[in-house]
Nanobody, 124 residues
Framework: VQLQASGGGLVQAGGSLRLSCAAS????????VGWFRQAPGKEREFVAA????????RYADSVKGRFAVSRDNAKNTLLLQMNSLKPEDTAVYYC??????????????????WGQGTQVTVSS
């Protein structure tokens, strides 16, 4: 499985961005997929995830109500709509896929495959 994240960029505070993650292979629809981010000098942290069937999502408290995760299994694509962006959202955003279950979908160990990351910079 290969993942390719895109859509990052520079945006002013209060603005919006939509990240995409294109997946190769035929296992995308079977796996939980999610987004993590890593700011300079900080550990990688969970942002949002969606289970294989799309019926269950989870968000970090810091992004609830502002970000929305979705998936299109027919197109092997994961999306992250980010609204009301804040300077503290600045980070490299990574998409990931794996066999995460409900108890692990917000943890790094729940994911096996990782994309290369896309930079999101929010200016104040």
């Amino acid at each position: 499985v290969q993942l390719q994240a895109s859509g990052g960029g520079l945006v002013q505070a209060g603005g919006s961005l939509r990240l995409s993650c294109a997946a190769s292979g035929d296992t995308f629809s079977s796996y939980t997929v999610g987004w993590f981010r890593q700011a300079p000098g900080k550990e990688r942290e969970f942002v949002a995830a969606i289970k294989a069937g799309g019926g269950h999502t989870r968000y970090a408290d810091s992004v609830k109500g502002r970000f929305a995760v979705s998936r299109d299994n027919a197109k092997n694509t994961l999306l992250l709509q980010m609204n009301s962006l804040k300077p503290e959202d600045t980070a490299v955003y990574y998409c990931a896929s794996g066999r995460a279950i409900l108890s692990t979908m917000a943890t790094i160990r729940g994911y096996t495959y990782w994309g290369q990351g896309t930079q999101v910079t929010v200016s104040s």
